[in-house]
T-cell receptor
Framework: GDSVTQMEGPVTLSEEAFLTINCTYT??????LFWYVQYPGEGLQLLLK?????DKGSNKGFEATYRKETTSFHLEKGSVQVSDSAVYFC??????????FGQGTELSVKP | DTEVTQTPKHLVMGMTNKKSLKCEQH?????MYWYKQKAKKPPELMFV???????INESVPSRFSPECPNSSLLNLHLHALQPEDSALYLC????????????FGPGTRLTVL
């Protein structure tokens, strides 16, 4: 079945460091891909999305590119801030199907 | 505007109580969802409503009873819960079922004593 695999956390970075959170997926067809962020004590917020191969989603300095050849959707940010500390979920949605989440990656950014 | 609201924000209840969670969206979305999330885990789908009708029940125990009074509102009625039901309950909506982006509310943090 369809699935999402994320790199395990927690990930600890210093402020202004470069961030990569790896996400790979298994799916038939052409799913839509998402990154959601969950700040401490809050619900999920949509961070970015991509709906077809080679699409790049971007928001708040975060970027991810839908790579069908490597079945990946890695999240990147050039310079993280303390306020980016949160749990990040990669997710896919097959056409007509349910939203499938990865296990989540906890990011902690230190000043 | 992509806002989904949920009330209450926090709820503490005993195992014999009856309570309800409420979710509201005014984006004209025709699909609404309930998820359960345990700490540091991804959300787990519980129910899906499509055009105000229950379309998916992920084998959820009957002590959880969903209701969709109209296209903007979604309730989750709780009765005789167990301590292991303590979790963050998230509501989400999407424009159409099976497609489009799901937008989540802030959640209700439920504690069952």
């Amino acid at each position: 079945g369809d699935s999402v695999t994320q790199m395990e956390g927690p990930v600890t970075l210093s402020e202004e460091a470069f961030l990569t959170i790896n996400c790979t997926y298994t799916a038939t067809g052409y799913p839509s891909l998402f990154w959601y962020v969950q700040y401490p004590g809050e619900g999920l917020q949509l961070l970015l999305k991509a709906t077809k191969a080679d699409d790049k989603g971007s928001n708040k300095g975060f970027e991810a590119t839908y790579r069908k050849e490597t079945t990946s959707f890695h999240l990147e940010k050039g310079s993280v801030q303390v306020s980016d500390s949160a749990v990040y979920f990669c997710a896919l949605r097959p056409q007509g199907g349910k939203l499938i989440f990865g296990q989540g990656t906890e990011l902690s950014v230190k000043p | 505007d992509t806002e989904v609201t949920q009330t209450p924000k926090h709820l503490v209840m005993g195992m014999t109580n009856k309570k309800s969670l409420k979710c509201e969206q005014h984006m004209g979305h025709r699909a609404m969802y309930w998820y359960k999330q345990k700490a540091k885990k991804p959300p787990e789908l519980m129910f899906v409503y499509s055009y105000e009708k229950l379309s998916i029940n992920e084998s959820v125990p009957s002590r959880f009873s969903p209701e969709c009074p109209n296209s903007s509102l979604l309730n989750l009625h709780l009765h005789a819960l167990q301590p292991e039901d303590s979790a963050l309950y998230l509501c989400a909506s999407s424009q159409l079922p099976g497609t489009n982006t799901q937008y989540f509310g802030p959640g209700t943090r439920l504690t069952v004593l």
